[in-house]
């Protein structure tokens, strides 16, 4: 069982901070403490938009301990806003109706539970951006 390291782990999963270089202004998701770009060490804490675009998507069948009850599932890679590129999860989506270039944004959603005593877990995924869902007939 691993409480103590969800709970320290939480904020970090409910929202999406990193970096970004003062000099260069480059953003890094996770965080850096050197920049990659320039090599400069000043880099100040970022909170990210939660907004993106998907890159690529694959659907998962053969999932990992405490996700098999998940499966299939909508895993991808999504560019946000800001530049970095990350892995993630994708929900409330047909993966049939998900193409490159699609506008998303991070959504809070259970990811797995610690079998039937431990703590539920939750992290960001992304979901088609609202607005676009909205504007189409």
Known sequence: MQIARTWRQQASNLRLSGTQCASCHAHFFPGRIRCPHCASTDMQPHAFSGQGEVLV??????APRNFEEQVPYLAGLVRLAEGPVIAALLTDVDPKDVAPGMPVEM????????????????AYKFAPLISELQDTP
């Open 57 to 62: 998507t694959t659907v998962v069948h053969e």
């Open 107 to 122: 959504v809070t959603r259970r990811i797995k539970s610690d079998g039937t005593s431990g703590p539920i877990v939750y």
